[in-house]
């Protein structure tokens, strides 16, 4: 798993542009496999089934080791690799974006649809908002009650995140810890109890920040 990476945000986005009078709307959304990556260029191929073309790209895995283009209709080289490069150049992961054209009768010519494809994909990202995913570490921090109140305002005045708490016999804090802080969290932890947590590693998560 990663450390840290960047993608979009959950939410399907969808941004429109004018050009020389064409309609360029560019649709974008999370894909973590390439099957929801091609169901979603499916499903916009049949809503949008009297554009003139649906072009795409996607970007998936943690290795990019997915990548494709698709001009649909357009002249080779002049819509999906524009699409996909500015992906690229964003340092993006699990990303699909599919941009419908609606001609409007002025031909831009191989460069202009190149800068049309690119610019569409560029505001259509900055609309999508692009987050950065860092892997972070649950941890189960074990405590007694008397212990609750300092632990707890301390965790909240700190940088580390409570994910739940649970209160059961004893109570329960799960705590999100940057990977790279554990051993400093579990240290400033133990000190702040005195020793009286208990503390366990539990499953790795991702958070997200938007950029």
Not at 124 to 131: C, F, H, N, S, Y
Request: hydrophobic share 35%.
């Amino acid at each position: 798993m990663l450390s840290r990476y960047f993608t979009v945000r959950q939410e399907v986005s969808e941004h429109e542009i004018i050009i020389q009078k064409s309609r360029f709307i560019a649709h974008i959304k999370r894909a973590e496999n390439e099957g929801e990556a091609q169901e979603f260029i499916q499903t916009l191929k049949k809503k949008y089934w009297d554009a003139n073309h649906n072009c795409s790209a996607y970007l998936i895995g943690e290795n990019d080791q997915i990548q494709k283009a698709n001009d649909d209709g357009e002249p080779s080289g002049t819509a999906g690799v524009p699409i996909l490069e500015v992906l690229k150049k964003k340092k993006l992961k699990d990303t699909v974006v599919v941009i419908t054209r609606y001609f409007g009768g002025i031909k831009l010519g191989a460069g202009g649809l190149i800068r049309a494809y690119g610019k569409a994909t560029s505001e259509g990202l900055e609309t999508a908002g692009i987050v950065e995913r860092r892997l972070v570490q649950v941890i189960h921090v074990k405590i007694d009650y008397t212990w609750l109140g300092k632990v707890e305002k301390e965790l909240r005045e700190s940088d580390y995140i409570i994910k739940e708490i649970h209160y059961l016999d004893i109570v329960e804090v799960e705590v999100y810890v940057n990977e790279d802080q554990v051993t400093v969290f579990v240290d400033w932890l133990t000190e702040l109890t005195n020793g009286q947590a208990g503390l366990k590693e539990g499953d790795k998560d991702y958070l997200e920040d938007l950029l």
